[in-house]
């Protein structure tokens, strides 16, 4: 079966651009989660969807957004790039927004140059 | 002062060593606790989840979790060179969202 996949795997944007990460979650998963990684850190919330409805938000400006498909898959966008922004943008897929054990996808990995 | 610390390393052992991770916390209201494993330029891997206090062992692989001390171990049996990678400790309160806090990761080298 396949995992949680994320598209691209590697971006590199200019300042002040926009982007557009994208995630499919494992067959039958409901929930999707969205991390970021800067380099040294441990990954930081940015937010949840479950049935297509936001369920929790990160401390994250409002450049940030994200919504879910009717399929369960998600797009995570970010508006005026800062250099900032550079890092590994995982998303991570559960059965249910109560379920804590849930699977990484590998990443995109953003470049603001 | 972070809701998770945990020392980043690098930790150096010997091929055959116990390991033993480590992350403290400082929010009481954590009850769900999770080891993950991150390789280089990979996304976490799920290791070990934890409800509430207690032991659980999986393999080579021990999860423990004293909350009176609001501490969190996890320990490797044998380490083996594919062991190697970064381990992060992840917890979370129970509510409408399934949120996890992580700590930094701690970097693990296993010398063959």
């Known amino acids: 079966d396949a995992g949680v996949t994320q598209s691209p795997t590697h971006l590199i944007k200019t300042r002040g651009q926009q982007v557009t990460l994208r995630c499919s979650p494992i067959?039958?998963?409901?929930?999707v989660s969205w991390y970021q990684q800067v380099l040294g850190q441990g990954p930081q919330f940015i937010f949840q969807?479950?049935?297509?409805?936001?369920?929790g938000r990160g401390n994250f400006p409002d450049r940030f957004s994200a919504r879910q498909f009717p399929n369960y898959s998600s797009e995570l966008n970010v508006n005026a790039l800062l250099l900032g922004d550079s890092a590994l943008y995982l998303c991570?897929?559960?059965?249910?927004?109560?379920?804590?054990?849930?699977?990484f996808g590998s990443g995109t990995r953003l470049t603001v140059v | 002062q972070k809701e998770v610390e945990q020392d980043p390393g690098p930790l150096s052992v010997p091929e055959g060593a116990i390991v033993s991770l480590n992350c403290t916390y400082s929010?009481?209201?954590?009850?769900?606790f999770m080891w993950y494993r991150q390789y280089s330029r990979k996304g976490p891997e799920l290791l070990m989840y934890?409800?509430?206090?207690g032991n659980k062992e999986d393999g080579r692989f021990t999860a423990q979790v004293d909350k009176s001390s609001k501490y969190i171990s996890l320990f490797i049996r044998d380490s083996q060179p594919s062991d190697s990678a970064t381990y992060l400790c992840?917890?979370?309160?129970?509510?409408?969202?399934?949120?996890?806090?992580f700590g930094t990761g701690t970097l693990l080298a296993v010398q063959p």
């Open positions: 969807y479950y049935e297509k409805e936001e369920r």
């Open positions: 934890t409800y509430s206090s």
């Open positions: 991570a897929s559960s059965l249910t927004a109560g379920d804590y054990g849930y699977t």
């Open positions: 067959s039958g998963h409901k929930s």
């Open positions: 929010n009481s209201a954590f009850q769900y």
């Open positions: 992840a917890m979370s309160v129970s509510g409408a969202t399934n949120k996890l806090i």
